[in-house]
C-alpha cells in the first residue's frame, strides 16, 4: 500500500477500517496480523481487540493485508470521508473587498495556500478542557468553479472502563470535517461533527481570508419558498406565551403532514423551529433521505451517508438555493426580513455584550429601529411591541435614564426639579430587579417622592408611573455596538458614532445625522497637542512618572496670587495645573474653596482656534472615580456649574486616575443637554503632559519628585485656607 492511500484512510473513521478488515480478510488471517501489528495476543474477541486500536495501527494491519486493493482504499475513502449524518451550519460570506469573486479567491489561494493561511490561525489555539485538540485544515479542492472545499481534522477525547483493568481510560479519536466557501453566492458552510468548533472555525475563517462571516436563519419564509410543503414530515411549533391551556412547544408528525399543518389553526401564533422533510438526493429522484432542518442555528442535515460525489452535488445545489433567496433579501427585500434572516441573535460582538436574552431582544430592536430611520430617511420610530418598562430594565447597564414626565397643566412633557438641591438636569431612574423604580437626584442622591413633584413652573405633577416620558440617552458602549452590527450587516448604510446619533423618548426611538452631535473627544484626536501625545514613553520612565502623578496635588504649597505668577516663568513642575503652562496659553492661579474651574485655555475646536478650555482638576485616585464618591461630588458641583457657563464651550476632567464609565456617561450626558463638548484628561494623558513639561524645562525626574517630596512635608505644616 502507497503512503498517499494510507494517509487516505486517516481521512475516514476507524469502524470504517474496521469494516474493510472485517469484508476482505478471513478471520484467522486477521488474527495473526493483529499478532504482528500488535506484538501480542487476541485474549478474547477479535472486534473488541480491534475497536481498541488506534487508527495508525489499522492502518499498519491494512498495509500487511493483500486481500485489500487500492481500488479497495480509494472506494472506501470516497464512500466514507463525510460522517454519517452530515450536516452543514450556513453562514453569509461578505469579503471586505468588495469586488473579490470566487474566480480570484481560486486564483489566489492555488496550491493549498487557504490551508496554510487556516493553519497560521489554527495551530496556536488552546481549548478551554481536553476533550478536543489539533484542529488543522488538512486539504483543500475546487469542487466547481465557484466553490472551494477545504478538508479539516481534530481529535476527540473519549473516557470508558478498560475491561482488562476495570480502570477508567480514555482514547483520542481522529475526526473530519469540511467546509465550503463561495465568494459569488457569498456563503460559508460549515460540516463538523463537534459543533462547539464551529465559532473557531467560522472566526478563522475571517481572518484568514479578510471577510466578515455571520451565522443564517433560515426563516419560515425561506423554509415555505425553498422546500416543498408535500414533503414535510415532522414539525415542531414553539409559543413562549401560549394562551392559557395550550403548550409552548409541541411536536407534528405525519406522512401527509405539509398538507394538514395549515389546517391547524389551534397553533396559529406559534413559530416553527425546525421540521423534517423526505429530500430526493440524485437528480432522478429515486434515492432519498430524511433532510432536517434548524432554523435558528441556520443548520441542514441528512441522516443518511452519502459519497463525497453526491454530497456535494446535493449539497451545494441545496445550500445555493437557499442562498439565493437570502441574497435576494438582502437586496430587495423588507427591513423585517433582513433582521429575521441575518441571525443577529448569534453575532458574536452581541453574545459578547449582552448577558441576557431580553437585553439582546430590546438591543436588536433599538438597532433595527436605527437602520429603519436611515434606510426610510426619518426621524423616529416607534417600538410597537416593546413597553417602556421592559426597555428602561433590559438597557439599565447601557444608558442613562432621565426622568421626564408629562404637565397636564403645561401640556408637553417638562422637567422636573430636585425638591432638595433643586437641581433639574440629573434626575434618573433607578431600576433594581426585584424591586419599584426610584428616581434619583444623580447630583444629592436624594430620591423624589411620587406625591410631591414639581414641574419649572412649579405645577404639580401627577405621577402614574416613573416611566412616562422618560428619556433613554445610550453610553458610548451600546453607541459602539450598534455602529459595529450596521456596520457588518448594513454596509451601505453604515453608521459613524463621531456624525450621528440617537435616544429614545418612552418607546420611540429619534435618530439624528449631524456631526455637531459628537460630545467626547479624545487627546489624541487633537493636531493642536500632536506634540505631547506622539511620543513613546518606556516602561522605565514609566515607572518613574507613575512617582511623579502620585505626588502631585491641585495646588502647592505656595498658592497665592504673587506666588502663581511667578510660578508661571518658572522651570518647576508643582501642581497638576503647572504642566499645561509649557504648551497651552493657560495662565497660573491661586485655587480656592469658590473656584469652579482649575485650568482654562484656548483650544482649537468647533472651526474656532479660540474655543474656550475649562478643566477640573483632581489629584491621583488609585481606584477608578465612582459617581458616589466624594471626590465625583466635587467634580459634578463644578461641571454642572461650567455647563451653565456661555462663555465656556469646551470643558474636561484634568486627573491623575481613571473615572468609572458610568461617571463617564454621566459627564458626557450633561454637556450633552448644555451643548457642550468634553476633553478629558486622565492617567494616561496627564502622564503624557507631565512628561512633556519635565522635558520642556530640562529636568529630571528625580528633581521633580525631591522637590514635590519637600512641598508636601510644607503642605502637611501649613493650616488649609
Not at 152 to 160: A, G, H, T
Not at 364 to 373: P, Q, S, W, Y
Request: proline share 3%.
Amino acid at each position: 500500500m502507497s503512503e498517499k492511500h494510507a494517509d487516505k484512510l486517516l481521512h475516514v473513521q476507524n469502524g470504517v477500517i474496521r469494516h474493510l478488515l472485517y469484508s476482505k480478510v478471513d478471520e484467522q488471517d486477521l488474527i495473526n496480523r493483529y499478532r504482528v501489528v500488535v506484538k501480542r495476543e487476541v485474549k478474547r474477541d477479535l472486534k473488541v481487540a480491534l475497536e481498541r486500536l488506534d487508527k495508525q495501527k489499522l492502518v499498519e494491519i491494512v498495509a500487511i493485508s493483500p486481500e485489500i486493493t487500492e481500488s479497495d482504499i480509494e472506494t472506501c475513502f470516497e464512500d466514507n470521508r463525510y460522517s454519517r449524518r452530515p450536516n452543514f451550519r450556513l453562514f453569509m460570506l461578505r469579503p471586505h473587498n468588495p469586488q473579490l469573486s470566487s474566480s480570484s479567491f481560486i486564483a489566489d489561494h492555488k496550491n493549498n495556500t487557504g490551508v496554510s493561511k487556516m493553519n497560521e490561525l489554527l495551530k496556536p489555539i488552546t481549548y478551554p478542557n481536553d476533550t478536543i485538540f489539533g484542529l488543522l485544515a488538512i486539504d483543500q479542492t475546487v469542487v466547481n468553479h465557484e466553490t472551494v472545499e477545504i478538508s479539516l481534522q481534530y481529535q476527540e477525547r473519549y473516557n470508558y472502563i478498560n475491561p482488562e483493568t476495570e480502570q477508567s481510560d480514555f482514547i483520542y479519536e481522529l475526526k473530519f470535517g469540511f467546509l465550503w466557501i463561495n465568494f459569488d453566492q457569498r456563503f460559508v458552510s460549515i460540516s463538523i461533527p463537534t459543533e462547539s468548533l464551529v465559532g473557531t472555525i467560522s472566526k478563522t475563517l475571517e481572518r484568514a481570508f479578510d471577510c466578515f462571516v455571520s451565522p443564517v436563519n433560515i426563516t419560515k419564509k425561506i423554509v415555505d419558498s425553498v422546500f416543498s410543503k408535500e414533503s414535510m414530515k415532522r414539525t415542531t411549533l414553539s409559543n413562549p406565551d401560549p394562551e392559557s391551556g395550550k403548550p409552548s412547544k409541541v411536536t407534528l408528525a405525519d406522512s401527509d403532514l405539509g398538507n394538514k399543518v395549515g389546517q391547524l389553526t389551534e397553533f396559529d401564533g406559534y413559530d416553527s423551529p425546525s421540521s423534517v422533510y423526505q429530500e430526493a438526493i440524485d437528480e432522478d429522484g429515486d434515492f432519498f433521505s430524511t433532510l432536517g432542518v434548524n432554523n435558528d442555528k441556520g443548520k441542514i442535515y441528512l441522516t443518511r451517508q452519502l459519497k463525497a460525489s453526491e454530497m456535494r452535488r446535493w449539497g451545494i445545489w441545496r445550500i445555493g438555493q437557499i442562498m439565493n433567496y437570502i441574497n435576494s433579501i438582502q437586496e430587495n427585500g423588507e427591513i423585517d426580513d433582513k433582521f429575521e434572516s441575518f441571525g443577529l441573535d448569534e453575532d458574536p460582538d452581541l453574545v459578547a455584550f449582552t448577558t441576557t436574552n431580553d437585553e439582546k431582544k430590546v438591543i436588536l430592536e433599538v438597532i433595527k429601529a436605527v437602520v429603519t430611520c436611515k434606510v426610510k430617511k426619518i426621524d423616529s420610530f416607534k417600538l410597537h411591541d416593546l413597553n417602556v418598562d421592559k426597555i428602561v430594565g433590559s438597557l439599565k447597564k447601557h444608558t442613562i435614564t432621565h426622568f421626564y414626565p408629562y404637565c397636564d397643566s403645561c401640556d408637553h412633557y417638562t422637567d422636573i426639579t430636585c425638591n432638595h438641591c433643586g437641581n433639574t438636569d440629573l434626575l434618573t431612574v433607578s431600576v433594581k430587579r426585584g424591586q419599584a423604580p426610584k428616581v434619583i437626584c444623580s447630583f444629592c442622591y436624594t430620591e423624589l417622592q411620587q406625591d410631591n413633584v414639581r414641574c419649572l413652573m412649579d405645577h404639580k405633577v401627577r405621577i402614574d408611573s416613573w416611566y412616562d416620558g422618560v428619556v433613554i440617552n445610550p453610553k458610548s458602549t451600546i453607541v459602539e455596538l450598534t455602529e459595529k452590527i450596521i456596520s457588518k450587516y448594513f454596509p451601505d448604510e453604515g453608521f459613524s458614532h463621531e456624525e450621528e446619533s440617537f435616544y429614545l423618548q418612552n418607546n420611540v426611538v429619534h435618530y439624528s445625522s449631524r456631526v455637531s452631535s459628537k460630545v467626547m473627544f479624545k487627546v489624541r484626536e487633537l493636531q493642536q497637542f500632536k506634540p505631547v501625545w506622539d511620543r513613546r514613553i518606556t516602561p522605565k520612565r514609566r515607572e518613574e512618572l507613575a512617582e511623579v502623578l502620585s505626588l502631585l496635588r491641585e495646588k502647592c504649597s505656595k498658592h497665592s496670587v504673587d506666588a502663581c505668577q511667578a510660578c508661571q516663568h518658572e522651570k518647576s513642575v508643582r501642581c497638576i495645573m503647572k504642566p499645561f503652562v509649557t504648551f497651552t496659553d493657560h495662565k497660573l492661579h491661586p485655587h480656592h474653596g469658590q473656584e469652579y474651574g482649575d485650568i482654562s485655555f484656548t483650544i482649537q475646536m468647533l472651526g474656532m482656534d479660540d474655543a474656550v478650555f475649562v478643566g477640573i482638576a483632581k489629584s491621583y485616585e488609585k481606584k477608578p472615580i465612582k459617581p458616589t464618591d466624594t471626590k465625583a461630588y466635587e467634580m459634578l458641583q463644578q461641571f454642572v456649574y461650567k455647563c451653565k457657563d456661555t462663555t465656556v464651550n469646551v470643558l474636561g476632567i484634568v486627573v491623575a486616575g481613571e473615572l468609572e464609565q458610568g461617571f463617564v456617561a454621566v459627564l458626557q450626558d450633561l454637556a450633552g443637554r448644555y451643548k457642550k463638548k468634553v476633553v478629558m484628561w486622565t492617567y494616561e494623558e496627564l502622564m503624557l503632559v507631565v512628561d512633556f513639561a519635565i522635558k520642556k524645562y530640562d529636568l529630571s525626574i528625580s528633581e521633580v519628585v525631591e522637590e514635590l517630596k519637600a512641598d508636601k512635608v510644607k503642605r502637611k505644616r501649613k493650616p488649609v485656607s
